[in-house]
């Protein structure tokens, strides 16, 4: 049975539903060549780039790298026999045999040109992409896939220097649809966090992720890319911010990065992770490009920030993945990422991977942040009943309350308080007892602690007592006694005003009023 017309359509277009994507394809076959090129010695990595460039005004694309090429006696066969590479899945990054036609959905012409070293003849194959979509829309045309593609494309040789060798894709006239592929800011963006690119040096953790892998014999694959000229890097940062691009402000930051590595059955890891120690104050807001830990096999990213959270719920909250910023790094060569590079084919290796890799997610990145929330909450208490004692204390000693009445209302919230401050007192000396046992926890412990001690308040307890500001029926004074030109009976008359406003309006507000009549009263 021959496969009809419809099937190129649907290895273009519908295979993907980030028009980017095109992007990632073609440097997954670049990042291939230069592996090779790198093990045969034709080069070495630190010349090998891949080099990105997009002409806005022209509507046209270059994806260029300088490793191995096709040489001419295999050119037509590779490049006609869709959906069938020889590349080898274990070692490999693309290896169906379809990435490479993945722009022809989005331009009229789709041009790939090549060259290896030793040869006087560059390689040219042009598909048409104008012509492939008239095909699959006529009805009346019905051609074999073999067929189709003789009907589409043109292969020529011309002249080319024998020291030569690279592999450029050309995605001509590239569809208005598709404006977004030549934006160059938004390509960045995209391949920044997709692509297999290095960290970027103003990310101090990189050194310590760099070691552990070296240390534990897991290779991070990394190349040059360019786009336009601009080289790219991941962009993690140890400031995590809220509020919007235009007017963000920093909350918390990355202090340290931790470690796990994940083991089959056999004993052979399967994968390994670093994720960012910070205090989890809350779901990482958007702003931060790089939130959430990251999922990527040979350094290329899979799916995308929701992956281990709300597309495959890995966490017990599936909002848990927000709380952190990391990345998963696949070494099981079982894994092999689906035809959309959004997860991973279902197989025995998926599901005893998704076994132990849940039951970390799951447990103890669940109880990390729970466990932060905990001792922040503790400090805040503590924190927030000192503020009160304090704040009675001033009123005491400064004739700050409106009558008795107030200040014995005032005096029985603090007394209820010392309860809630017993209770956070144990919480935290708990939190503190898991801090010790815990090396993790104690690092989030002691970075909460150092922000409440920053802050001006103690560690713990309440502020020890001034013996002048002890209140005694000698020195008790109220608000009003200070209205002196006014007589007793007005001064309560204003008192009771006092206590009315404070009724009716927030404390703050009422605070302010209050506080603006005594001003004006006492001129």
Not at 88 to 99: H, M
Not at 174 to 191: A, G, H, K, P, T
Not at 284 to 310: A, H, S
Request: hydrophobic content about 35%; proline content about 3%; charged content about 35%.
């Amino acid at each position: 049975m021959a496969v009809g017309k419809n099937f190129l359509e649907n290895l273009t277009v519908a295979m993907y539903e980030n028009s980017f994507t095109v992007y990632r394809e073609f440097i997954q076959n670049s990042a291939d060549s230069i592996d090779k090129a790198v093990s045969t010695g034709l080069m070495d990595k630190e010349d090998a780039v891949i080099d990105i460039h997009i002409e806005y005004n022209k509507r046209r694309i270059f994806v260029y790298d300088n490793a191995m090429g096709i040489p001419m006696r295999y050119f037509k066969k590779i490049m006609t026999d869709v959906a069938d590479s020889e590349k080898d899945r274990n070692t490999e990054k693309g290896f169906r045999g379809i990435g490479r036609l993945a722009g022809l959905g989005y331009c009229d012409t789709l041009i790939f040109r090549t060259s290896a070293k030793g040869e006087n003849k560059e390689s040219v194959i042009t598909w048409d992409g104008v012509k492939l979509k008239e095909i699959v829309a006529d009805p009346t045309q019905h051609p074999t896939s073999d067929q189709l593609i003789e009907m589409i494309t043109d292969i020529q040789y011309v002249d080319a220097k024998e020291e030569e060798h690279f592999f450029e894709v050309i995605m001509n006239d590239v569809i208005f649809e598709s404006d977004d592929l030549l934006d160059q800011e938004q390509v960045i963006n995209y391949l920044q966090i997709v692509a297999p690119v290095p960290y970027a040096n103003y990310f101090i953790f990189s050194s310590k992720i760099y070691e552990f892998a070296k240390n534990q014999g897991f290779k991070i694959d990394e190349y040059t890319i360019l786009v336009n000229g601009n080289s790219l890097f991941k962009p993690y940062k140890t400031k995590l911010y809220e509020g919007t691009e235009g007017s963000k402000k920093e909350y918390d930051e990355i202090h340290d990065v931790e470690f796990k590595t994940f083991l089959g059955a056999d004993g052979k890891p399967i994968a390994w992770m670093w994720y960012g120690i910070a205090k989890y104050e809350k779901y990482i807001p958007i702003v931060n490009t790089m939130r959430c830990i990251r999922l990527r096999k040979e350094n290329i990213q899979i799916g995308d920030e929701d992956t281990l959270g709300y597309a495959k719920e890995y966490f017990k909250e599936p909002r848990g993945n927000g709380y952190f910023i990391g990345e998963l790094f696949v070494v099981d060569n079982n894994l092999i990422p689906n035809a959309r590079r959004d997860y991973f084919n279902p197989t025995p290796a998926l599901k005893s991977f998704e076994q132990i890799v849940h039951d970390f997610f799951y447990s103890d990145l669940y109880d990390l942040y729970h466990y932060a929330s905990k001792v922040r909450s503790a400090q805040k208490s503590l924190t927030n009943f000192e503020e009160k004692e304090k704040e009675f204390e001033e009123k005491v000693k400064n004739a700050g309350f409106i009558d008795s009445e107030e200040k014995e209302i005032a005096k029985k919230e603090i007394e209820e308080s010392r309860e809630k401050v017993a209770k956070a007192k144990r919480e935290l000396e708990n939190r503190r007892k898991d801090a010790a046992n815990n090396e993790v926890l104690g690092k989030v412990f002691t970075e909460i602690e150092k922000t409440y001690k920053n802050d001006g308040s103690k560690e713990t307890g309440r502020p020890k007592k001034d013996d002048k500001s002890e209140n005694t029926e000698k020195n008790n004074k109220y608000l009003t006694q200070s209205l002196s030109k006014f007589g007793k009976k007005e001064q309560k008359l204003i008192a009771k005003i006092y206590v009315i406003i404070k009724s009716m309006l927030p404390k703050d507000m009422a605070e302010m009023v209050v506080k603006k009549i005594q001003e004006e009263l006492s001129k």
